[in-house]
């Protein structure tokens, strides 16, 4: 494997000794990748990032940037550029200006800074903005400024805090593509962190999911929103029905007081479990062919699907997204395949949950 | 071990220069002696002088009447200006007001001093009986005192959602009810630091007071001038040590009505220096 | 609501017409007033032929321009440094403190140190210096007006830095910024519509503070402010004297003028 450019060992973070924001994070970072770290405010996600900026310094553990320990590199002098959730872009300084902060303070020659600051303009598509003042510009306008200016000190990693959260939604959409584009453009690591989960998981190769200051779970988005590991990813990623279960043995799982085939295994049998069913693939059938009797209560349209929520017979509630009208208050079937079942063990170490996956994924 | 700081050493430097006069005064008050040259023993009877010393002890109580009233006067007149000026609707005439608001902030008071000596003197000829004395002063105290009581609570009326007095409207509240119940409670914080602040500005005049008070009636700070231009008497520091109590209470009530209000500090600060 | 309100306005637009529009109208009238009362231009004539009211003029802007000068020079590391501090808001307190405390009671406390026998002179003999007349020169008018303006010029300054948004010292630090390169490039940039603000409250004041000359300064500076107060109170020629006071005012909007915030670009 190639040497990561990044990585953490063990860093702890407390603040004012016992406020453990960070509690024990490892992870490894390859170059040229689309890293997200996801999670609710609050959970460290954030103090990972100032830490590889060099805003902060872990308590304990180490950082390593292409092998060497940074822990005590001023952020100054670290081949990492930012991208501030409020811009952080000068004030008194136009657009070129701004952009070529980093370049004058690095004494470069003039006329190379004129070059970088037009080709980091053309990357962001605005070209021509030099001579602007800052706030002449529109928030989606003063977001491309802020990339343009850390991208043009040629950063071997791009950290982005939140920078789409105070963009409308339609902006938000097309900067997601844009952010796609320019780092397979560029080729280097973005590392970008947010809250939002469609923004993860349409633009990440790899995910870090944060909570408590914990890694919860890392991997592909797939593989993070088709099996997460626990309650808590199922329910924070996507929308998810999440009902307590029992392993009965292999590839066989009860809930709702009913047994299902699964393709689920290696649990010791009869372990209690939550088992998470997505609602896109829940689909209502006539009784005859349902796996479960349900009531339809209420309906909402959502544009591309329904949402429906419904109450089998022992009064579980069920999400459904179909493209087809159902009327409330009717009683149909709920079919599923077995697929559609994933079961998640209580306590299983992200370690233990990738063996396992491995072990009876061919 | 905390490790040490050039910068600590500098600050420190600079507080030393700014409270040494201060601690001279008050030092001096326990002296003995008769002069600010040489501490001779401990003593308390320049404050025995002090409370024996009617004429000081009057005119002190005269600048807090006066501090009382004129401060009051300017809050209810402040208080309805800053509204006017709210609510104002054209952009350009509500700038104008403000910047009509401020001139008496920005003037220098021997400006202000000299213009209303002028103006008073003028009403004299006018209404012969009006002279320049106890009314003048007032006066021209509530004339100061009220830019900056419409400066405090204008940042209030800005800070408060106006959606609420429509809430009140559609509710069935009256106009008065609207004032009495919604908008003056929520401007509270800012009419009490405004209060304090016009309060503080009365007692710290001496310019103004000094250039429009006739010979019947004197302020704290005009018989602190006269008396310090005859020379030093200690009587003068007895009366420095209540004034810095005095003031470090004030600071500490300041302190905790702005917590909450959080005022425009330097508006207040440039113009009690031109006192 | 509209109505109420104007009805209870009314003595806040007396106020405007009395005492904020009046007394200008009526000290840029005086200033055309000889002494027995004639409309004339013959106060603005002297002022400026005769010389020794523009030697006076030129000497008043030249000792505010110094003690604004020291001052900022005093004021800009304090305020800087105290935004590091800790509990900042109670030392900023302590700053402001001295100022709620009247100024000539501050004045007379020089009058004590600096006296021939007071804490400054009694300090040089300690170390074997004769004692010096230090009390009605030049130097103890710069320096008590300097004691006495510090605060102001502090707290605006105090102030800018606080508004700075910490995310620009660390987008600067992160763009390869070493603190020396934020600071002249990003900090002091920053912080400069606190100092103009500083100046203001400093310089205008420095033109009129006539009891520090009399006090302290014992009549050897003469300030615009001290001119005023001659005229008026002393000499009772209210016409020059409103003269010196239009000065006075034209002197406050030039510098109002050349500190007030600008719009540049990029600004906020």
Redesign the interface.
Known sequence: MKQPIISFKNVMKTYDGDVKVLKNISFDIEEGKFYTLLGPSGCGKTTILRMIAGFSEPTKGDIYFEGKRINEISSNKRQVNTVFQDYALFPHMNVFENIAFGLKVKHLPKKQIEQKVKEALKMVRLDGYEKRGINEMSGGQKQRVAIARAIANEPKVLLLDEPLSALDHKLRTDMQYELRELQQRLGITFIFVTHDQEEALAMSDEIFVVNDGLIVQSGTPVDIYDEPINHYVADFIGESNIVDGVMIKDELVEFVGHQFTCVDSGMRSNEPVEVVLRPEDLTLTDLAHGKLQVKVDTQLFRGVYYEIICYDEAGNEWMVHSTRKSVPQTVCGLDFEPEAIHVMRFNESEEDFDARLESYEE | MKKFKWSNLYLLFVFIFLYIPIAYLIVYSFSAGNSMSGFTGFSLKHFYTLFSDTRLIIILLNTFMLAFLSSLIATLIGIFGAMNIYYMKKRTTRMMMLSANNILMVSPDVIIGASFLIFFTGLGSLFPGFGLGFTTVLLSHIAFSIPIVVLMVLPKLREMNDSMVWAAYDLGANNWQILNRIILPYLTPGIIAGYFMAFTYSLDDFAVTFFVTGNGFTTLSVEIYSRARQGISLEINALSALVFLFSLILVVGYYFISKDNMPRKNKKERKSLNR | ??????L??I??FL??L???????A??VF?SFLNTSGQFTLQNYDSYFTSGKYLIMTFNSVWYAFLITLITLI?SY??AY??T??KHKDL?L?????????????????????F?I???VN?FLEFFGFAPHQILFTDFSFIVVAM??????MI??IF?ALEEL?P??L?????????NI?TFI??VL??SMNGVK?GI???F??S??L??LT??IGGNRVIT??TA??EH??VTQN?GM??TI?VV??IA?IIV?ILTGEKK?????
Do not use: C
């Open positions: 609501m509209k109505k109420v309100q104007t209870f306005a003595p806040y106020w405007l009395l005492f904020v529009f009046a007394p200008v009526l000290i005086y005093i590391p304090t440094f105290l590091k501090l030392w307190l302590l700053i402001i403190l001295p100022t709620w405390i009247n100024l000539l009671l501050k004045a007379y406390a020089f009058i004590g140190i006296g026998h007071g804490g009694k004691y006495i303006e510090l605060p102001f707290i605006p102030n948004n995310s620009l660390s987008a600067s630090h992160d763009l390869g910024a070493n390169q490039k990003v940039p920053l603000s203001q409250a400093v205008i004041p033109l009129s006539f009891m009399r006090l615009l402010g005023i107060e008026f109170l209210w004297g409103s006071g006075l005012i406050m109002m540049k670009r990029g600004g906020q």
